[in-house]
């Protein structure tokens, strides 16, 4: 079955450190990617996503993504955290074909910043 | 402004009840989707609708019913079926295969 990972539930970094969200998908072929960030109580927002082209994309807030297709691997960076970054953030995945604009997510990934 | 609307933002339901979650959007998007939304699972897919008077069973459907009559609406009703209907519900539309843009959720409890 086509699924979704985030290895990661729950990561803790320092305010300036870098980050990097691991995300991990299994489909035949390249789907398109998505990474989306949640604050408490509230709906998604879409910090980047990639179709095709160049594999590293870049996103709102700083944020950074690479796909690597021998690793079905879309994992998303940022150099510098800042304590609003603290949120949780999603990797979802469209396979299109006949699962045109259905969206898998991963378990999610819960980012806590300390000062 | 465009966007997604969802209401109530918090909804309570007995035993035995049925209660409606309303989606709006105003983006001339063609499909839109439901999803729950439990801590720890990520977002699971309900139902979708890629065009009015038309709709499919997402991964958990049983005890969930839609509608959609109108391109800007899309309605979740959770049935008595559903034994465990306590969850954040999010709507979300698009143009396939492009973004998908959220609503503000709506918390469901049941007493």
């Known amino acids: 079955a086509q699924s979704v990972t985030q290895p990661d539930i729950h990561i803790t970094v320092s305010e300036g450190a870098s980050l990097e969200l691991r995300c991990n998908y299994s489909y035949g072929a390249t789907p398109y990617l998505f990474w989306y960030v949640q604050s408490p109580g509230q709906g998604l927002q879409l910090l980047l996503k990639?179709?095709?082209?160049?594999?590293l994309v870049q996103g709102i807030k700083g944020f950074e993504a690479e796909f690597k297709r021998s690793q079905s691997s879309f994992n998303l960076r940022k150099p510098s955290v800042h304590w609003s970054d603290a949120a949780e953030y999603f990797c979802?995945?469209?396979?299109?074909?006949?699962?045109?604009?259905?969206?898998?997510f991963g378990q999610g990934t819960i980012l806590t910043v300390h000062p | 402004d465009g966007g997604i609307t969802q209401s109530p933002k918090y909804l309570f339901r007995k035993e035995g009840q049925n209660v409606t979650l309303s989606c709006e959007q105003n983006l001339n998007h063609d499909a839109m989707y439901w999803y729950r939304q439990d801590p720890g699972q990520g977002l699971r897919l309900i139902y979708y609708?890629?065009?009015?008077?038309?709709?499919q069973k997402g991964d958990i459907a049983e005890g969930y019913s839609v509608s959609r009559e109108k391109k800007e609406s899309f309605p979740l009703t959770v049935t008595s079926a559903q034994k465990n209907p306590t969850a954040f519900y999010l709507c979300?539309?698009?143009?396939?295969?492009?973004?998908?843009?959220f609503g503000p959720g709506t918390r469901l409890t049941v007493l």
């Open positions: 979300a539309s698009t143009i396939p295969p492009d973004t998908q843009y």
């Open positions: 990639y179709f095709s082209g160049d594999t």
């Open positions: 979802a995945v469209d396979a299109g074909g006949t699962s045109y604009g259905k969206l898998t």
């Open positions: 609708s890629q065009i009015v008077n038309d709709f």
